[in-house]
């Protein structure tokens, strides 16, 4: 929690500081705060949309708050960014979840997430 107030100040007065983001999304992760991850995942997908784990830690917060269908979607653009050598671990981690994740979705489980 000390870091999530640190990093804070940090982006109150550098609001466009990667790491502060990063290290701050990670901060919320941990905590359980997915939904306040999710909107600092989301800053850092937008500023670099070429890294990979950012898309597995967006699909993975989607996917314990029960949004499955954003969770699948953020899983599959992981795989089509993710190294084979890099991530070996987490692909074979989504590779493990993607076949349940499909059968909730087809059974009609999960959150739908209001757009605005």
Same mark, same amino acid.
């Given at each position: 929690?000390?870091?999530? +107030?640190? @990093?804070?100040?940090?982006?109150? *007065?550098?609001?466009? =500081?990667?790491?502060?983001?990063?290290?701050?999304?990670?901060?919320?992760?941990?905590?359980?705060?997915?939904?306040? &991850?999710?909107?600092?995942?989301?800053?850092? *997908?937008?500023?670099?949309?070429?890294?990979?784990?950012?898309? $597995? $830690?967006?699909?993975?917060?989607? =996917?314990?708050? +029960?949004?499955?269908?954003? &969770? /699948?979607?953020?899983?599959? %653009? $992981? @795989?089509?960014?993710?190294?084979?050598?890099?991530?070996?671990?987490?692909?074979? %981690?989504?590779?493990?979840?993607?076949?349940?994740?499909?059968?909730? /979705?087809?059974? +009609?489980?999960?959150? %739908?997430? %209001?757009?605005?």
């Amino acid at each position: 929690m000390e870091a999530v +107030g640190i @990093l804070r100040r940090v982006l109150a *007065k550098a609001p466009d =500081d990667y790491a502060a983001h990063a290290n701050l999304a990670l901060a919320l992760y941990e905590l359980k705060d997915y939904a306040g &991850a999710l909107s600092q995942y989301e800053w850092l *997908k937008t500023q670099r949309p070429e890294i990979s784990a950012t898309y $597995f $830690f967006i699909a993975t917060a989607h =996917d314990k708050l +029960g949004q499955y269908q954003d &969770a /699948l979607d953020a899983y599959e %653009k $992981f @795989l089509s960014l993710a190294s084979p050598n890099v991530n070996k671990l987490e692909i074979e %981690k989504v590779n493990l979840r993607l076949p349940t994740l499909k059968a909730q /979705l087809k059974r +009609g489980q999960g959150q %739908k997430v %209001k757009k605005p």
